[in-house]
């Protein structure tokens, strides 16, 4: 904790936050990037390993077709330009997990350049650049704990080394942890929905670094920055970025300089510590790697992959919304999966109230489905079965509580809702003059709401149908009610 005592002019100055965001997400091809070894995960240490991926003198890459492919894809998903004519680079460092002594990565002439992500920020839209797409291959993994010999010794586990990665580096534009926050779901969203990676954060299928500096609001030059590295999920990195925002100001205001560094967040904590000095690009000397043809992606291959390109998530709900008329937020809730927008855009076909089906979903089959562990394809009930529910409840035939109920009992039988409702099939009160009676009980024991009913306020109709309904215990035919009702208060 900073305590030089603070100089009054300093304590005055604005700060502002300037975020780039370094994101690795490791492509989904069963082998690896330069060697045809399994990309499987969990597998015994040192079983998916050859010449290659060993980094074994004379061992030569060979460049895996559709590791290209997917990294095309997810560049066209992300505004990218691909470039032509690529190349591989060589980046040299040390680490023992690392044996070649070098990663092939793709340095001045990466594989894509020059795209953006749209976030929602303060209220509006927000564009965020992305600077570059690249190519690479994953290292090894040290072992430091786990293992009988754990103490002693350090293991290397080699199956990870050599799968393909992309990564994705935005520009400086993100100027808060929320923006960060939003920036990464929107990057995991398009990814998935492109399907080239899992984005599964626990098994490191998806990294991420945080660049970070500060300066006085009005200031061009960028402050020094620290690089917060590999956090594990997206709510460490709003909280890294939130005490390395604080920590940056106290060292300026107290009139000492931020030290460029790389940093390591420690969650348990919530802080963040110093690493090592950050390197500098020139401190790894690329150079082309020699072992590698320049990779060309030509205007035939580029039209392929475009074909390949599903409706991304911005198009998706905005056409959502126009088509099936739904709101914005309903629109966000039904496509943070591709699986549940293709699931409820079944239903809200097969439905006569496409907004009555988004409602349901949200309001009785997502809680549930969160409540029991289940993902929208293990739903005992279908789409199919939404849509009957909703078309039932639409015509009036049930009513909403009955329908709760139904699905409850879908719930507890596992079983979908049209065979619930043949068996369940609700024994409904339609006979016209019992259902009179309970209209006349309540309107003579509310007699303020009718008042206010004949003076005008229609609304009023409502509370009498939920009154009425109560009273039957939710088994009067709605439509029914609502029709003698209308002719009681009316006539
Ligand atoms: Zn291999």
Sequence with gaps: MVTTPVAPAAAQTKYEPVIGLEVHVQLLTKTKIFCGCSTQFGNPPNTNVCPVCLG???????????????????????????????IFARKNYFYPDLPKGYQISQYDKPIAEHGYIEINAGGGRKRIGITRLHMEEDAGKSLHDGLPDSNDWTSIDLNRSGTPLIEIVSEPDIASPDEAWEYLTRLKEIILYTGVSDCNMEEGSL????????????????????????????RFIRQALEYEIDRHIQVLRSGETITQETRLYNAGEGRTYGMRSKEQAHDYRYFPEPDLLPLVVDEAWRQQIAAKLPELPE?????????????????????????????????????????????????????????NNLEIEQSPISMKGVAISADLVESGAIS????????????????????????????????????????DEVISANPKQLEQYRAGKKTVAGFFV?????????????ALVNELLTKKLDG
Excluded: H
Excluded at 73 to 86: Q, T
Excluded at 347 to 357: D, F, I, S, T
Excluded at 466 to 478: D, V
């Design 207 to 234: 990294r991420c670094d945080a660049n970070i500096s500060v300066r006085p609001v009005g200031q061009q030059k960028l402050g020094t920055k620290t690089e917060i590295k590999n956090v594990n999920s997206f």
């Design 400 to 439: 909403g509580k009955i329908l709760k109920d139904l699905y409850v009992l879908a719930f507890e039988r596992n079983e979908d809702f049209p065979a619930i409702y043949e068996k369940e099939k609700p024994q409904q009160i339609t006979d016209t003059s019992a259902i009179e009676k309970m209209i």
């Design 56 to 86: 074994l003198p004379g061992a030569l890459p060979v460049l895996n077709r559709q590791a290209v492919e997917y990294a095309v894809l997810a560049a066209m998903a992300l505004n990218c330009e691909i470039r032509e004519n690529s």
């Design 466 to 478: 939920g009154q009425i309904m109560k009273a039957s215990k939710g088994q009067a035919n709605p």
């Design 315 to 371: 198009a998706k709900r905005k056409r959502l919304v126009e088509r099936y008329g739904i709101t914005e937020a309903d629109a966000a809730t039904l496509t943070r999966t591709q699986a549940m927008a293709d699931q409820f855009e079944e239903a809200a076909l097969a439905a006569k109230n496409p907004k009555r089906v988004a409602n349901l979903v949200q309001a009785e089959l997502l809680g549930r489905l969160k409540a």
